[in-house]
């Protein structure tokens, strides 16, 4: 899958919202993981281990290609999939 910060996903809808471009975009983030990558980047964000357990079944395919994203609504600097976990179990822990 292709995980996308919520800022980023922000920044994404008001360029959109203001681009002259009409048509469909995906919205998605540059780092493509796996969904046991993406497990083990939540765990360690959480100062966890991560455990699997093998079901044999094959993980469904989500990679959105965001090229016509960048060349639509232009390049920015996007938030990393380590530095946005960081930035969301930060603020949970704020929260509650």
Not at 41 to 67: K, Q
């Amino acid at each position: 899958m292709t995980p996308i910060y919520i800022d980023d996903l922000i920044h994404a809808i008001e360029k959109a919202l203001n681009c002259c471009y009409s048509g469909t975009i995906n919205i998605a983030g540059d780092q493509v993981v796996g969904m046991r990558e993406l497990a083990e980047a939540i765990a360690l964000a959480l100062g966890s281990d991560a455990i699997f357990e093998e079901t044999g079944e094959a993980a469904a395919d989500l990679i959105g290609d965001n090229s016509l994203m960048r060349q639509a609504l232009g390049n920015w600097d996007t938030v990393s999939l380590s530095d946005g976990l960081s930035r969301t179990f930060r603020s949970e822990e704020a929260i509650g």
